[in-house]
């Protein structure tokens, strides 16, 4: 399933990736962030042609983001985590001020 989704991915079919996303979640990638991942390239990729749609798509992705965050128990992985949340955050801040 995973494989698929990533497919879907490459191939800019974003409508489609998100339905298995909703339907499959993090079971698709337990293992890293394929909400934030997959919010945060999806506006990327429509953040210039279609920027109120990208801002709605950045908003979240740093909903994913804070999520995956908050679940960290130990080690490295909570300030590299906070870290992918404020990047998408000053995207977020950047885009607004265009609007």
Do not use: N
Request: proline fraction near 3%; include cysteine; charged fraction near 25%.
């Amino acid at each position: 399933m995973s494989q698929e989704f990533a497919e879907l991915i490459g191939a800019r079919r974003w409508q489609e990736a998100e339905f298995l996303f909703k339907r499959y979640g993090y079971q698709l990638a337990w293992w890293e962030d394929p909400g934030g991942e997959f919010y945060e390239s999806w506006a990327d990729s429509v953040v210039d042609t279609a920027p109120a749609r990208a801002l709605e798509l950045y908003t979240k992705s740093l909903d994913h983001r804070c999520l995956f965050a908050s679940w960290v128990t130990a080690g490295g992985d909570g300030p590299a985590r906070t870290a992918a949340a404020d990047a998408v955050r000053a995207k977020i801040l950047r885009l607004a001020v265009r609007l």
